[in-house]
């Protein structure tokens, strides 16, 4: 492309550093290019890939080197140079600075060599150039659409208080979810308490336990005297069988005697033996059932219904007891839950003060641990205009450039003429100057043209 001249170039009044002019020459796909920029806004145009990112990289990567592409020579040639001039004032005093970038096939990452005003070569020129440029590569557009937490640490960044903010908001963090675990266990208590099964008699009642002590001795006295009882029963069994036998016997022994008269005399003793053994057994069995009459079976089951009536008491009592301990600890929480707010409300002012002192340069700007604020309501789309959302993206932009005055609208095909010139307005009215990718109808080749020009 033919070299292009302007005239009339916009004077450098504003402190701060601007491109003045920029040559190309086999970068990527642009064979050959030169600008007079002199500080003036750019509209850089073209169709898709005619080459608009390609001059942007050649334009940055002197001032940046991580926006070097990685193959910076255009095909078929063997080598590449950009040469970058900057120039404005610095403590109000001029400067003026030549970048440039040589690349080879051996060097593709590019050496660069750094001219003061003077014609003089600069040393260290990477570190020179980072120090003396600071971020260039923050893009408003992106930075507006971004994350709320991306867009929140850019900020956290300009106040030079990150980290204190950091720390803060990670105490905050803690003590909101202490605060929240906190407030849900006392609601979760609180309903507890109120959907309980007692009513107020109940609760009195059971307020106290029964001493199960005494009732498990005398479970273990009843077993004992069961077991007198049933070894009682089992000699009233033993005479009684011993009884039924003897009567048998008298009875199987009377009939003989008839039949076996001859024997009447054995027989008669031996049945008085027999007669003699029968009242005696009748005599043990009629004391024995006397004793079983007036001495009833012990029953265990009086006693284990005694036992379960004073385990459910004492469940009860168990169970009142807890739902005590829990309103405690439920007015023990919500006391808690107070103190948190108070330390959560005392961080916040910890960190509000800190944002305050670090001086923030977008007046009304200020920030959570979670949101932006600007004027008191959120940075976000739907809550403030677009007019203001932007100014304030110019302003961040501009924080993070102090001395390189160029800001970069990326996809500035996304608005209107109208739009558009607002925008960069706001820019040129700070004294910076806007950098414009416009995506041009098919056919159209990459060309760069100024905006006062155009808009």
């Given at each position: 492309?033919?070299?292009?001249?302007?005239?009339?170039?916009?004077?450098?009044?504003?402190?701060?550093?601007?491109?003045?002019?920029?040559?190309?020459?086999?970068?990527?796909?642009?064979?050959?290019?030169?600008?007079?920029?002199?500080?003036?806004?750019?509209?850089?145009?073209?169709?898709?890939?005619?080459?608009?990112?390609?001059?942007?990289?050649?334009?940055?990567?002197?001032?940046?080197?991580?926006?070097?592409?990685?193959?910076?020579?255009?095909?078929?040639?063997?080598?590449?140079?950009?040469?970058?001039?900057?120039?404005?004032?610095?403590?109000?005093?001029?400067?003026?600075?030549?970048?440039?970038?040589?690349?080879?096939?051996?060097?593709?990452?590019?050496?660069?060599?750094?001219?003061?005003?003077?014609?003089?070569?600069?040393?260290?020129?990477?570190?020179?150039?980072?120090?003396?440029?600071?971020?260039?590569?923050?893009?408003?557009?992106?930075?507006?659409?971004?994350?709320?937490?991306?867009?929140?640490?850019?900020?956290?960044?300009?106040?030079?208080?990150?980290?204190?903010?950091?720390?803060?908001?990670?105490?905050?963090?803690?003590?909101?979810?202490?605060?929240?675990?906190?407030?849900?266990?006392?609601?979760?208590?609180?309903?507890?308490?109120?959907?309980?099964?007692?009513?107020?008699?109940?609760?009195?009642?059971?307020?106290?336990?029964?001493?199960?002590?005494?009732?498990?001795?005398?479970?273990?006295?009843?077993?004992?005297?069961?077991?007198?009882?049933?070894?009682?029963?089992?000699?009233?069994?033993?005479?009684?069988?011993?009884?039924?036998?003897?009567?048998?016997?008298?009875?199987?022994?009377?009939?003989?005697?008839?039949?076996?008269?001859?024997?009447?005399?054995?027989?008669?003793?031996?049945?008085?033996?027999?007669?003699?053994?029968?009242?005696?057994?009748?005599?043990?069995?009629?004391?024995?059932?006397?004793?079983?009459?007036?001495?009833?079976?012990?029953?265990?089951?009086?006693?284990?219904?005694?036992?379960?009536d004073a385990i459910a008491h004492n469940e009860k009592h168990n169970r009142i007891g807890m739902l005590g301990n829990q309103q405690k600890e439920m007015i023990t929480l919500k006391s808690q839950?107070?103190?948190?707010?108070?330390?959560?409300?005392?961080?916040?002012?910890?960190?509000?003060?800190?944002?305050?002192?670090?001086?923030?340069?977008?007046?009304?700007?200020?920030?959570?641990?979670?949101?932006?604020?600007?004027?008191?309501?959120?940075?976000?789309?739907?809550?403030?205009?677009?007019?203001?959302?932007?100014?304030?993206?110019?302003?961040?932009?501009?924080?993070?450039?102090?001395?390189?005055?160029?800001?970069?609208?990326?996809?500035?095909?996304?608005?209107?003429?109208?739009?558009?010139?607002?925008?960069?307005?706001?820019?040129?009215?700070?004294?910076?100057?806007?950098?414009?990718?416009?995506?041009?109808?098919?056919?159209?080749?990459?060309?760069?043209d100024f905006v006062e020009k155009v808009v």
């Open positions: 492309m033919a070299k292009k001249k302007e005239e009339n170039l916009q004077p450098i009044v504003h402190e701060g550093l601007k491109s003045l002019s920029l040559e190309i020459d086999n970068f990527k796909n642009i064979d050959k290019m030169v600008i007079e920029i002199g500080g003036r806004s750019l509209l850089i145009i073209g169709k898709n890939g005619a080459g608009k990112s390609s001059f942007i990289q050649a334009m940055m990567s002197p001032l940046n080197s991580k926006m070097l592409p990685s193959e910076p020579i255009k095909k078929g040639e063997e080598r590449a140079k950009i040469s970058h001039k900057i120039g404005g004032l610095l403590n109000g005093q001029y400067e003026e600075y030549i970048l440039d970038m040589f690349f080879t096939p051996k060097d593709k990452t590019g050496r660069l060599v750094v001219y003061n005003k003077d014609n003089e070569v600069v040393k260290s020129p990477a570190t020179f150039v980072k120090n003396l440029i600071g971020n260039v590569s923050f893009d408003v557009t992106q930075w507006l659409n971004d994350t709320k937490a991306k867009r929140l640490e850019t900020i956290k960044k300009l106040t030079g208080c990150a980290n204190d903010i950091d720390m803060i908001n990670i105490e905050i963090s803690k003590l909101k979810a202490d605060k929240k675990y906190k407030s849900d266990r006392a609601e979760e208590l609180e309903g507890s308490l109120k959907n309980h099964e007692f009513t107020r008699e109940e609760i009195d009642t059971y307020s106290n336990p029964v001493d199960l002590t005494p009732i498990q001795t005398e479970i273990s006295n009843v077993a004992g005297r069961q077991q007198q009882w049933d070894g009682v029963k089992l000699k009233v069994d033993t005479f009684n069988l011993d009884s039924q036998r003897a009567e048998k016997n008298y009875r199987e022994t009377y009939s003989e005697i008839e039949r076996l008269k001859a024997l009447i005399v054995t027989k008669e003793v031996e049945l008085e033996g027999f007669k003699n053994e029968s009242i005696k057994a009748f005599a043990n069995v009629e004391k024995g059932q006397e004793w079983l009459n007036t001495n009833p079976r012990p029953s265990i089951d009086d006693v284990n219904q005694r036992m379960n839950v107070e103190d948190v707010k108070g330390q959560i409300e005392e961080q916040e002012l910890k960190r509000s003060d800190i944002i305050s002192k670090s001086q923030l340069p977008i007046e009304g700007l200020t920030f959570s641990d979670e949101d932006l604020f600007i004027d008191g309501l959120p940075l976000e789309s739907g809550q403030i205009n677009k007019a203001r959302e932007w100014q304030v993206g110019i302003q961040v932009a501009m924080a993070l450039n102090p001395n390189y005055k160029g800001i970069f609208l990326h996809d500035a095909s996304l608005f209107d003429k109208e739009t558009l010139h607002s925008i960069i307005h706001e820019i040129e009215k700070h004294g910076y100057f806007a950098i414009c990718e416009l995506v041009a109808p098919e056919g159209d080749d990459l060309h760069v």
